[in-house]
């Protein structure tokens, strides 16, 4: 392997070989040092960069088990918290470090119950607010705090949470804070609680050389059948669609599956254990598609997808970007294709204000139309209210002239 100069502990190289890395990426290069040497760091990175290797092995390398909690990794989703926990455990195969995920939508009392033996706790930000609040969580011996995702944890409104945590960690620990963008929130938090911070930034996020990006335009009513011959024609692997709304991710997912196409929605909508079942079969390959909100679009470690599709434009170039940063990682190639209806301009618009993404406008192809079923609306009924015969009723009923 090359290390690039790198030095970690003997158990932990050993972890890393076994996860079979070939070399350190830019964003685990530049950080690892920064961390050993106990600077707190702003790292400016994008899904599939590497970054929970290049916070996790060197902060890792400082908790001794058995000691408390000694580390703490706040994340915006369950998806991100869960993904975090899975990675660490691999990181700390060869030291026995005990990792607890603490997040809402399943019982508090199991979480509390391994609080107690915790070194390294990673969570969502209203669901630590919980345990602080029950006297479960002693921050005391925390050394090293991690901000994971940090701009999206502060668009979906955590700021007043994270800022109550923070308030609770030790001055003199260690910080850490990654995110894609550099937001006036997270400039705030780095005056308000870090060390002269390292900033350290990434200037790609996919190989671009393996990405392709365009678009069809496509009128609304003709998306789905664009959809399904785009899925059976042109995909070569796993797929990732990607909605704008849960209500759209059901409807797609749903008519997908009347086509012979193997497929599940994932939303935030959904129980956290449906959630996991989702994507245990993706990843296993016994889905060809995950029809998904933005909720899959940060954080999940989804290997081998080779085509993301965005059914609906999304509202940024950063939501965009997060979702392409699912494929084209690790080397691999992947295609980004979107659809672009009349009502999508006004976002595609917003999109193209990046102007590192090239996105390319392809010939919509021919396909054939196939159909697409919507859930009937019961229909409403009208009673003519008794001892009214025949009177004529509404909300002017009441109304005299004067």
Known sequence: MNTKGIMLKPEFEKAVLDLGFSEFTEIQEKCIPLI??????????????????????????????????????IVPTRELCLQVT???????KYRRTYIVEVYGGVSISPQIMHLRYADVVIGTPGRLLDVLSRSALNTGNIRILVLDEADKMFEMGFIDDVNKILSRIPKNSQKLLFSATMSQEIMNIARGYMNNPEKVKMQTYVDKDKLLQHYYEVDRHNKFSLLVHTIKHESKGLTIVFCGTRHIVDLISKNLYKQNIQSQAIHGGMTQNRRKQVMDLFRDGKLDVLVASDVAARGLDIKNVNMIIN????????????????????????????FLSPEDHDNFRRVLEDRSLLIHKMKTPQFEHVEFIRPQRPQRQFHRP????????????????R
């Open 36 to 73: 050993q040497q106990g600077r707190d760091v702003i790292g400016l990175s994008y899904t599939g960069s590497g970054k929970t290797a290049a916070f996790g092995f060197p902060s890792l390398e400082k908790v001794v088990p058995g000691r408390g909690i000694q580390m703490l990794v």
């Open 86 to 92: 899975k990675e660490f455990r691999k990181f700390t």
């Open 311 to 338: 059914y609906n434009i999304p509202k940024t170039s950063n939501e965009y970007v997060h979702r392409i940063g699912r494929t084209a990682r690790a080397g691999n190639e992947g295609k980004v294709i979107s």
């Open 386 to 401: 008794s001892g009214h015969h025949g009177q004529f009723h509404s909300r002017f009923s009441g109304y005299r002239r």
